[in-house]
């Protein structure tokens, strides 16, 4: 799956692969940025290949650099919804045996309580918080109709929490890229109605037959623009509104 990136960089470098109010993100820059994050989190957060990583935000482009930045990194990326309470991600990060996460910072307070009342030994190690104005230029002005509290809230981190910020700062560079097809790629969970929700295993290979199958259908290219409303976290919004469109080389406006 990271190589549908790389040949989208290549092909369509300059060509804006996220806009997320009014602000474009190219394919180069997209690229640049989750393997900067690669990076850090296997020489920062010690990932190594098949390690699962949460991925616990709102949609939003760091979603997307965080997910390719954890394929790069060989790891395996556990996505969760954004909805679950703390004492919910308790069980996200030790049924998927997580010894890191990603979340974004109005998360971030939960996701330590979560982590703070388990036994040290099944404790995350590390945990990379982002501010969602953390997408945006510095010289950035909220539109009128965008939720600027929700946008541009800067939300307290947590004690020993990486800010996003200083991790792509950092400009680690990954080591060789070695996940195959039948490698693990990504577990999202069910919606646990009866019992606590279930891990289901993906491959890079299951994956890729959804976006190509899922392309055909649709008949997008990298002529279109998607609009990307579902949950990223969700297969239906990941597929659709993530991966589909990264392969394709088309543009995703993020809702």
Same mark, same amino acid.
């Given at each position: 799956l990271w190589y549908n990136l790389v040949v989208s960089a290549h092909r369509y470098a300059d060509? @804006? @692969?996220?806009?997320? +109010?009014?602000? @474009?993100?190219? +394919?180069? @820059?997209?690229?640049a940025q989750a393997s900067a994050m690669a990076g850090w989190l296997q020489q920062k957060a010690g990932v190594k290949k098949g390690d699962r990583v949460l991925l616990y935000m709102q949609n939003c482009p760091q979603f997307i650099i965080a997910y390719y930045a954890i394929l790069r990194a060989d790891a395996v990326v556990v996505p969760v919804n954004p909805m679950n309470r703390s004492e919910e991600f308790k069980h996200y990060i030790t049924d998927a045996q997580a010894s890191v996460a990603i979340c974004s910072a109005d998360l971030a307070m939960g996701a330590e309580q979560a982590n703070n009342e388990l036994p040290p030994e099944q404790r995350l190690q590390h945990l990379l918080v982002t501010q969602y104005s953390d997408a945006l230029p510095a010289s950035y002005e909220n539109p009128e109709d965008a939720p600027g509290a929700w946008l541009t809230t800067q939300h307290p981190l947590p004690a020993g929490a990486t800010a996003w910020a200083d991790a792509l700062a950092a400009q680690l560079v990954p080591g060789p890229h070695t996940a195959g097809p039948d490698d693990m790629a990504v577990m999202p969970y069910t919606s646990g109605t009866t019992g606590f929700p279930k891990g289901c295993i993906h491959t890079h290979r299951s994956v890729m037959h959804n976006v190509i199958g899922g392309g055909i259908w649709s008949g997008s290219g990298a002529e279109s623009t998607i609009l990307a409303v579902l949950p990223l976290f969700h297969v239906t919004g990941m597929q659709y509104g993530m991966n589909g469109p990264i392969y394709s080389g088309a543009t995703v406006v993020m809702l």
């Open positions: 060509k @804006a @692969a996220i806009r997320y +109010f009014g602000n @474009a993100i190219t +394919f180069r @820059a997209l690229e």
